[in-house]
């Protein structure tokens, strides 16, 4: 009886949602997916081209509540869990931090003049590069799309597959992609 109890708490762990991520000494999330670097984007793209993933830079900022809703409710789902791990190498960037980045055209500023020169201007934003970046462009020039905001499970699902799929390069939008993935109940 203790085996089966044991069993049957084993088997709903598994499909309840990871944890959420730790809060890092700067106030944002760090789950285990998230890539220390040296925020030399170039290298960042060079090592995930490595690894077979793509790059995905999201920018979060201490006390966002919708960073912490992704983090809590949304990444933990075991489905986009995986896609992230098994894809994505994921850059984290604070969007009023002081870290130096490095940009595809060797410009090199702290976090948050990088954000003003990519044009972010909300948290959660994510960019997503492809797996070659023209000589002279800068990651926001480069990004094959970037979504600022918060997205539910289904959404935020479907935005990581279409990137994976490269939706994009066929012309696809990703609102009509996300529309007929609804109307097919997936």
């Not at 944890?19 to 290298?43: I, N």
């Not at 995930?48 to 809590?72: D, P, S, V």
């Amino acid at each position: 009886m203790l085996r089966l109890t044991a069993a049957i708490a084993t088997c709903l762990a598994l499909a309840l949602p990871a944890a959420a991520a730790e809060l890092g000494d700067d106030g944002l999330h760090k789950p285990e997916w998230l890539r220390d670097t040296f925020k030399d984007m170039s290298d960042d793209l060079a090592e995930a081209n490595a690894e077979g993933k793509r790059l995905m830079i999201i920018f979060e900022q201490r006390g966002c509540i919708y960073c912490t809703e992704m983090h809590t409710s949304v990444f933990p789902d075991p489905e986009i869990d995986a896609l992230i791990r098994d894809n994505f190498f994921v850059v984290q960037m604070n969007l009023f931090g002081d870290v130096e980045v490095t940009d595809f055209d060797g410009t090199t500023l702290p976090e948050k003049d990088m954000a003003v020169r990519w044009g972010v201007v909300f948290t959660p934003t994510m960019m997503f590069m492809p797996e070659e970046v023209a000589e002279g462009q800068t990651a926001a020039q480069a990004a094959v799309v970037t979504v600022p905001g918060a997205f539910k499970r289904g959404t935020t699902s479907a935005l990581f597959t279409w990137v994976k799929d490269k939706g994009y390069e066929s012309g696809q939008h990703f609102q009509k992609y996300l529309a007929e993935r609804i109307n097919q109940g997936g």
